[in-house]
Structure formats: C-alpha cells, structure tokens
C-alpha cells in the first residue's frame, strides 16, 4: 500500500495559479496510475486528470491544467492555471497499482489508495 499526502491548495483569485502536490510514501509511484478528483460543495466527485499509460484531463481543464510526475521525488504534480470560480473544491489524488488504459474515471472507485485533499477555493 502507498500512503499519499496532498499539498498546495489555498484560495487564490479567478485567473490565478496554484500547483498541487501528490507525495508518495510506502512505495514507488513509478508504476502506479495516479489521478486528480475534486468534489465541490453539492456535487459529486469528478475525475480531473490523471496519468497512467497517458495523460488524460477532463474538458473543462483542457489547456489549463497540467499533469505530471517526478519519480525521484515520488511525487505527482497538478500545475492549474486559469483558475475559475467553478474549479473550486477538494482535490483528491489518488493511485492505483500498477499502470492501466483510460485512468480517468469518473468517480475514480478504481483507486485503492488515496489522501486525504486539499482545499481549492478560487473566489474574488
């Protein structure tokens, strides 16, 4: 089992940035698939990028956020750029072992491993 730990969240304003961190600890996340979920006040957890086999990203973040992992570091990272008030709310990751097609779900019940979130609220 991986134990993972979330950081960087914070309130930032609409346009801003913020990158989020995902550290590994308890194994190597060289072979897991990780993904990024957020679940806003109301609303059900959504998938929001991950990367696996390859990187995917839900439409609303297309060209905005950016996916990507430092295997030394044992880290994976979620650079969000273009921040809406919409994009507001828990981000997860989570990780599952080892590497699979099409890692982004919607609900992300294919992970066994996750933290425990990290806040985001993007408001003026």
């Known amino acids: 089992q991986v134990q993972l730990v979330e950081s960087g969240g914070g309130l930032v304003q609409p346009g801003g940035s913020l990158r989020l961190s995902c550290t590994a600890s308890?194994?190597?996340?060289?072979?897991?698939?990780v993904g990024w979920f957020r679940q806003a006040p109301g609303k059900e957890r959504e998938g929001v990028s991950c990367?696996?086999?390859?990187?995917y990203y839900i439409d609303s973040v297309e060209g905005r956020f950016i996916i990507s992992r430092d295997n030394i570091k044992n880290t994976v990272y979620l650079q969000m750029n273009s921040l809406k008030p919409e994009d507001t709310g828990v981000y997860f990751c989570a990780a599952r072992y080892p590497l699979f097609d099409l890692c982004l779900t919607s609900k992300g019940d294919e992970y066994d491993n996750w933290g425990q979130g990290t806040q985001v609220t993007v408001s003026s």
């Open positions: 308890g194994d190597s996340l060289d072979y897991y698939a």
């Open positions: 990367i696996s086999t390859g990187i």
